[in-house]
């Protein structure tokens, strides 16, 4: 919508509301004015063009190319053009540089505009134009905006492939919309000359930022993994998806055969809580398509029951580096994943809304798929298992042609373009991939726990931990035993009541609590039926309080190299329970054991 208002002096300047969350034009650092009000003057002008927040985060990719350079002014618009503009607000005023909107873009001289994504009406920009991919290449098909009909299921097939085709990259005269036409490898070009000869010309080979990126930060692998909440010997699961209904966490809530509620009820029933960690990694559009409210609604039982879903903005990258196998469709995470040697098993892949002749429809053909009628716990366990890297290598080889080298080569091609010559001084960087906040697991959701002695001289008992949330059946064990641990934060609260063990999460000195040996006491008076009060005030530490009136510190001891066991405490405690149900006294020392990795606990 269109609106005026009067400025200083009673004038009349032109305005939009728009993405930039105001109205008007900017009068700083352009404007007709603008030269009265700027503090430098003289600087190039680069604009980034944002589409959705999910162009945006291939942008800030590259934006540290200018960082140090006090010849740029960068700015920022968004073309309107996508369906998919929530979130975009935000994430522009993150960034910092000022926000024009669509009309007053189109309407300003810029030097140079930076785009990762087609669509709108990018041959408007007054600047030289330069497109990046925002995934890996350009393999999916999506109707342009003239034929939205062929985005429909059944046609799908026939639409044109985002990126590489004349739809998309060619003007109604037939001439090129970028003045350079990014591309990763040479496989793409080889693609673009046989289906837009015309764009060929503009095509620039400069790798992929984002891939360099996750290269950079292999090394920090166990870092990330610590941040992630998994423990030493446990299984990192990453569930990625990307949007539209045919992808992973798509389907059609009407059909019987809908893969997401199997998969979100499989993950805690199959996979042991102490042995498998999982995140779910889903795509932007998916978020800012639906709203984040309703995701975390839809998510809510699986996050009860130890999911976490990773920020979609820069979470994504690090989970696929720590995973240990990456459960996905057709996306380019998943390719990512493939290609820095992750296991991978594809629980969605149309095959019909991909270029066949490309990478991603190519991982489709050689990765592993998931059948929902085997146990989700033995496909994960084989893909790893039975994991070759050599089996993607060719794959990995066609995600860059120049792994390592996109900040030099992209920043060369924007000064080429600019007219300037590069800030030597600056040597061209990607900004390293941050460490995470660490985000342990939460169950909150009821747990079976069962439980096995084992005979080794001295006390030792085998754990097996799953969430069950609202009235799940058990999972199929052999066990000795079985109680089960509610959360006094469970959103089940009629399950206090019959739980075997009540657990509290929170700081030894939280005053709202009282001491951890107070929590106990009147735990165990609240719930009559509770057999044992659990205060984990630690990542590897606890307090328990029996019916018989013990309070016991259980400590887990450290790694060899000094770092804390990253097994939920409320584990140890399950096992003390197990070992006194069956008539042991209070121990010193309990070995816990969960899937295949040995806890060494303290008691005092």
Request: charged share 20%; proline share 8%; hydrophobic share 40%.
């Amino acid at each position: 919508m269109i609106a005026r208002r009067t400025v200083g002096g009673g004038r009349v300047v032109r305005g939009r509301v728009g993405v930039s969350g105001g109205v008007g034009w900017l009068r700083v650092p352009v404007g007709e004015d603008a030269g009265r009000w700027v503090t430098r003057v003289g600087c190039r002008r680069v604009l980034f063009v944002v589409h959705n927040v999910t162009s945006a985060t291939r942008l800030l990719d590259v934006l540290p190319l200018f960082h140090s350079d006090v010849r740029v002014q960068l700015f920022a618009t968004c073309t309107g053009s996508s369906p998919f503009l929530a979130g975009v607000p935000e994430l522009l005023a993150g960034v910092g540089v000022p926000v024009l909107s669509w009309e007053q873009a189109k309407e300003t001289e810029f030097d140079l505009a930076v785009s990762a994504s087609y669509g709108g009406e990018l041959g408007d920009i007054r600047a030289k134009l330069a497109v990046l991919s925002h995934g890996v290449g350009y393999n999916k098909k999506l109707a342009t905006p003239q034929r939205h009909n062929a985005t429909t299921p059944q046609q799908s097939e026939q639409a044109p492939v985002f990126g590489l085709s004349p739809e998309w990259l060619l003007r109604e005269d037939g001439s090129p919309v970028a003045a350079a036409t990014v591309l990763s490898h040479p496989e793409q070009l080889a693609r673009l000359r046989e289906s837009v000869p015309r764009a060929a010309g503009t095509a620039v080979l400069a790798g992929d930022p984002c891939y360099d990126r996750i290269l950079a930060g292999l090394p920090q692998r166990d870092r990330f993994r610590r941040a992630l909440g998994v423990a030493s010997g446990q299984k990192l699961i990453v569930v990625s998806s990307t949007w539209a209904p045919r992808s992973l966490f798509g389907g059609d809530a009407r059909a019987g055969d809908d893969l997401l509620p199997w998969l979100l009820s499989r993950l805690p029933a199959d996979l042991p809580a102490d042995e498998y960690r999982a995140v779910a990694v889903l795509h932007p559009n998916i978020w800012h398509g639906h709203g984040e409210g309703q995701i975390r609604a839809w998510l809510d039982g699986a996050c009860r029951a130890g999911l976490h879903p990773v920020d979609p903005l820069e979470g994504w990258r690090q989970a696929l580096i720590a995973a240990d196998c990456v459960l996905g469709d057709h996306s380019s995470v998943t390719y990512y994943a493939a290609s820095i040697g992750v296991p991978v098993l594809l629980g969605a892949f149309p095959q019909q809304d991909l270029a066949q002749d490309s990478p991603v429809a190519a991982l489709g053909r050689t990765a592993p798929h998931l059948d929902r009628h085997t146990g989700l716990r033995a496909q994960i366990d084989r893909t790893i298992a039975e994991h070759d890297p050599a089996r993607y290598k060719d794959l990995a080889d066609q995600t860059s042609s120049s792994p390592g080298e996109s900040a030099a080569l992209l920043r060369r091609l924007f000064y080429d373009l600019l007219g300037l010559p590069e800030p030597y001084a600056h040597p061209p960087l990607l900004a390293p991939l941050p460490l995470p906040p660490h985000t342990p697991p939460q169950l909150t959701s009821p747990v079976r726990v069962f439980t096995r002695r084992r005979d080794s001289g001295h006390p030792t008992v085998e754990v097996t931990r799953h969430a069950v949330p609202g009235d799940s059946p058990d999972p199929d064990i052999t066990a000795d035993a079985a109680h089960t641990v509610v959360d006094e934060e469970t959103r089940e609260t009629g399950r206090l009541a019959l739980a075997d063990i009540v657990v509290r999460r929170a700081d030894a000195d939280d005053l709202r609590l009282g001491p951890p040996a107070m929590w106990t006491a009147e735990t165990l008076a609240r719930y009559p039926y509770c057999g044992m009060a659990v205060y984990v005030d630690g990542p590897d530490r606890c307090v328990v309080g029996t019916r018989e009136g013990a309070v016991v510190r259980l400590a887990a001891e450290r790694e060899p190299d000094g770092r804390v066991d990253l097994c939920d405490p409320a584990a140890y405690a399950s096992a003390l329970y197990a070992w006194l149900a069956e008539g042991g006294g209070v121990p010193g020392e309990l070995t816990v054991w969960t899937g295949d990795r040995a806890h060494r606990v303290t008691l005092s």
